[in-house]
């Protein structure tokens, strides 16, 4: 599938002239390396009360400004524990995982947040806040998750859509799935599977037999979503956090341009 570069395009392929040739895992190093060289976004971090969940945004401190929203004494309890920095963190502090979904949906609505990254709630419950009617950060396009693979062994970024978000895709959907992934990466290496549970399968196929990091986000709300989870190594936990933070780049540059042609 191959479709015209868009503008402020995210992810590149790496021209290896078609061989497959053994590969390290840099090409998250890549990644990662580009969302530092621009300024940190603001990104509303949901309910960090435990230490995968906080360690994820502190470590990525040079990609995002991390707004940590959750009941702030629990947080400061885990990052003391865990030995983690979070004096440089802003703070939104409330009390249940319910209050932090929509506190950090508002935070976006009111342009206070560039980005949502999932903590230690359940992903339905932050979702459901994300696509309510009218409170929430819902575009004419369905949402959907990316999975970008980094395996060792071939010389591309592989993408897998969907398997997080739509269970059983109708073909609309599938359009919009698919133009997610468009926006985010040029020749592009996509593989588009036919329902959530085969996209699972593969990508943790390729996890465990291949040795490959698989980052994921969340594409088609008014933001990019990261979605990180407590098996993730820090390499792939900050390269989620780096795809949200040049996705949410991209976008701001989307949306000055409308705004400087009204």
């Known amino acids: 599938m191959t ?10 392929a790496h021209d290896t002239g078609g061989s ?11 990644l990662i390396a580009r969302a530092k060289a621009i300024p940190a976004i603001r990104t509303a971090v949901v309910w960090p009360c435990e230490e995968h969940a906080l360690a994820g945004p502190v470590e990525a401190a040079e990609i995002i400004a991390p707004i940590l929203v959750g009941s702030e004494e629990r947080i400061r ?6 030995g983690l920095d979070v004096s440089g963190c802003e703070f939104e502090d409330v009390e249940t ?4 979904a929509a506190a ?19 992903t339905e419950l932050l979702m459901h806040e994300v696509v309510a009617k009218d409170s929430g950060l819902r575009t004419g396009r369905r949402i959907s998750h990316v999975f970008l693979i980094d395996v060792p062994t071939y010389p591309d970024v592989l993408f897998i859509t969907d398997a997080a978000i739509n269970i059983f ?20 290496q996509i593989l588009v599977v036919p329902d959530l549970e085969a996209g699972n399968m593969l990508a943790k196929n390729l996890v465990f037999l291949a040795q490959a990091d698989a980052a994921g986000i969340v594409l088609g709300a008014a933001v990019p979503i990261i979605l990180t989870s407590r098996a993730d190594s820090v390499r792939t936990r900050t390269a989620s956090t ?21």
């Open 3 to 12: 479709a015209a570069r868009p503008a402020g395009y995210i992810i590149e």
């Open 242 to 262: 780096a795809i949200g933070a040049l996705y949410a780049h991209y976008l701001a540059e989307q949306r000055f341009a409308g705004e400087s042609h009204t």
């Open 169 to 188: 895709p109708d073909v609309e959907t599938k359009r919009d799935i698919i133009q997610n992934a468009i926006e985010l990466h040029r020749h592009a």
């Open 20 to 30: 497959r040739v053994a590969q390290t895992h840099e090409k998250y190093e890549r």
């Open 104 to 122: 950090a949906v508002h935070l976006v609505r009111e342009r206070k947040a560039q980005s949502l990254m999932k903590g230690s709630l359940h």
């Open 77 to 82: 309890t885990v990052a003391q524990k865990a």
């Open 97 to 100: 995982e319910e209050a932090a």
